[in-house]
C-alpha cells in the first residue's frame, strides 16, 4: 500500500516569513495529492490540491509543488500570518480512491 | 453552500456498549468515507462508499460495519466499544468514485466519541 511521510512534525515560523512542509509517498500509481489544514478540534479543510499531471499549483500565498519522478511534493506558505497557526496534513490518493495522510505538521506563526 | 453534516456531535458510550454514527453527504455527492482520528494523530481511513456499495476498507475493525442508503447518507455502527475506540470520526463526501474521475474529498464536523 502506499505510505506517506512529512517533515517536519513541528514548524516555527516568524510573522511574514515563508514556511514549506515536504511530503513523500511510495506508490508512484498514486495521482492526486491535497493538503489539509486542521485547526484544533475542527475539521481538516481543504487548502489546496495537486494532480499527478501537474508540477506546480499556486493559490495566492499557498502554493504546491510535485515532483512525480522523486515522490514528493510539498507546500509552501509566503507571508505568513497568525491564523496559519494550524496543523497541515498531506495526502495521497492511490488508484483506488483510498487516502493515505501524513502524520501531520503543526504550524506556529510567531507575530 | 450545503456541507457534509454529521450526528450526533458528541457521544458518550460506555465498555462493550454500541453506537451508530451518521453522516449526511454534500447534496449530489455520490461517494462517502469515514476517517477516525486518535488524538494528536492523522486521520485514518476505514471505509467508504460508492453508489450505495463498499468501493474500499481500511483499517476498520471487525466490530465496526457500515453502509450507504438509497439517500446516500451513512452510518458507522461500531459494537463492543473499547477504550481505544474513543476518538474523532470523520465522514467526507466527494463526487466521483468507483473509478470514475475523482473530485475533492470535504469533511464533515466529525462526531466526538468518548468511551468510558
Known amino acids: 500500500g502506499e505510505n506517506v511521510e512529512q517533515h517536519p512534525s513541528t514548524l516555527s515560523v516568524q510573522e511574514g516569513d515563508s514556511a514549506v512542509i515536504k511530503c513523500t509517498y511510495s506508490?508512484?500509481?498514486?495521482?492526486?495529492f491535497p493538503w489539509y489544514k486542521q485547526e484544533l478540534g475542527k475539521r481538516p479543510q481543504l487548502i489546496i490540491d495537486?494532480?499527478?499531471?501537474?508540477g506546480e499549483k499556486k493559490d495566492q500565498r499557498i502554493a504546491v509543488t510535485l515532483n512525480k519522478t522523486a515522490k514528493h511534493f510539498s507546500l509552501h506558505i509566503t507571508e505568513t500570518q497568525p491564523e496559519d497557526s494550524a496543523v497541515y496534513f498531506c495526502?495521497?490518493?492511490?488508484?483506488?480512491?483510498?487516502?493515505?495522510f501524513g502524520t501531520g505538521t503543526s504550524l506556529t506563526v510567531i507575530p | 453552500a450545503a456541507g457534509v453534516i454529521q450526528s450526533p456531535r458528541h457521544l458518550i458510550k460506555e465498555k462493550r456498549e454500541t453506537a451508530t454514527l451518521k453522516c449526511y453527504p454534500i447534496?449530489?455527492?455520490?461517494?462517502v468515507y469515514w476517517y477516525q482520528q486518535g488524538p494528536g494523530q492523522d486521520p485514518q481511513f476505514l471505509i467508504s462508499f460508492y453508489e450505495k456499495m463498499q468501493s474500499d476498507k481500511g483499517s476498520i475493525p471487525d466490530r465496526f460495519s457500515a453502509q450507504q442508503f438509497s439517500d446516500y447518507h451513512s452510518e458507522l455502527n461500531m459494537s463492543s466499544l473499547e477504550l481505544g475506540d474513543s476518538a474523532l470520526y470523520f465522514c467526507a463526501s466527494s463526487s466521483g468514485g468507483g473509478g470514475r474521475p475523482f473530485y475533492e474529498q470535504y469533511f464533515g464536523p466529525g462526531t466526538r466519541l468518548t468511551v468510558t
Open positions: 495537486i494532480r499527478s499531471n501537474v
Open positions: 495526502a495521497a490518493m492511490n488508484t483506488g480512491n483510498q487516502f493515505y
Open positions: 447534496p449530489r455527492h455520490d461517494t
Open positions: 506508490d508512484s500509481a498514486s495521482n492526486y
